[in-house]
């Protein structure tokens, strides 16, 4: 796509996200002020699952509170990392909805769009279309650093995402090529070497990928094979925030839907708004699970860099 095409598409995302955010949700008053550990390097917000549906309101209305809340109260802005499903039925109405809104409310920083069964087909015959469209707009928002697929590695402040993605149209396991899982276990070792955190983004477990021509490979012995590898994932949508320790130094982290909320009256109540503010340290690796609707937070977890 040229560079003409991606400006009028951010323009049009820009005007589709003036349109909601009229007389949409304000940030909270009085939530938890998070502040960034005194040293910290890399700063950076996770969640998964918005789900953006175009004929939703209001779950369009939970994702602009929580994005009008966490610009209010999380410093963590070096980054915005979302783990899939981040639209419903990845419809380019959607596409413009989600970006136009985040590119409004939470314009600091990098995003980094994990590409989910949702933003790819859902199983429902259009993998290509949707598959490109994911990168398409992925590629227009991202300042330049252009991907060619959905499998692919950035970094930030010198920090290692890897990002990981089915290549199939399914809407249950993620299936992936040799050539991706030769590429992950490469890009794990090069960057692991490097003596710095590595933060592995999925939309799927580490357990349910199966890889072409051998279903014995398994992507959590890769991980297990270095130090301060921290690996998120969605897709399940748990109720809560599920973190796995999977040795002294690594740990994965499973993320509930971020817009799960239930809806009666016209009241909104239980909502899930759980994500991730990480702050890195030259010592540490800070976890502060935040629920983003209420402003609130839930608990911390340290670990040290080995």
């Not at 990098?110 to 992925?138: A, E, M, P, T």
Request: aromatic share 14%; charged share 25%; glycine share 8%.
């Amino acid at each position: 796509m040229t560079k003409f095409t991606g400006f009028f598409v951010k323009a049009l995302a820009l005007l589709v996200a003036a349109f909601y955010l009229i007389g949409s949700p304000a940030a909270v008053t009085g939530g938890y002020r998070d502040e960034k550990p005194e040293g910290t390097l890399l700063a950076f917000n996770v969640i998964s699952d918005t789900h953006i549906e175009t004929n939703n309101k209001f779950r369009k209305n939970v994702y602009i509170r929580e994005l009008r809340n966490m610009k209010e109260y999380s410093p963590a802005d070096d980054a915005l990392c979302m783990l899939g499903d981040n639209t419903m039925n990845s419809q380019l109405m959607e596409h413009l909805i989600l970006n136009g809104l985040t590119d409004k409310l939470f314009p600091t920083g990098r995003r980094i769009l994990v590409c989910g069964n949702h933003d790819s087909g859902n199983n429902g015959g259009s993998f290509k279309l949707k598959y490109n469209r994911y990168q398409n707009f992925y590629n227009w928002y991202n300042g330049g650093e252009e991907i060619d697929r959905g499998w692919f590695s950035t970094e930030i402040n010198g920090y290692t995402f890897i990002c990981l993605c089915s290549e199939e149209d399914t809407d249950f396991l993620e299936y992936v090529s040799r050539e991706q899982y030769d590429w992950f276990c490469e890009t794990l070792k090069e960057a692991a070497g490097k003596g710095k955190p590595v933060f592995v983004l999925n939309h799927y477990p580490e357990t349910w990928m199966i890889v072409e021509g051998d279903d014995e490979l398994d992507i959590q012995d890769e991980l297990l094979k270095y130090d301060n590898v921290f690996y998120f994932n969605g897709h399940l949508h748990p109720g809560g925030l599920y973190t796995y320790k999977n040795s002294d130094s690594n740990y994965s982290f499973m993320l509930p839907r971020i817009t799960e909320c239930d809806e009666e009256d016209g009241e909104t109540y239980d909502c899930t708004g759980l994500g991730l503010s990480v702050y890195v340290t030259e010592t540490e690796v800070i976890f502060r699970t935040i629920n983003f609707y209420t402003a609130e937070l839930v608990n911390t977890l340290t670990v040290p860099i080995v």
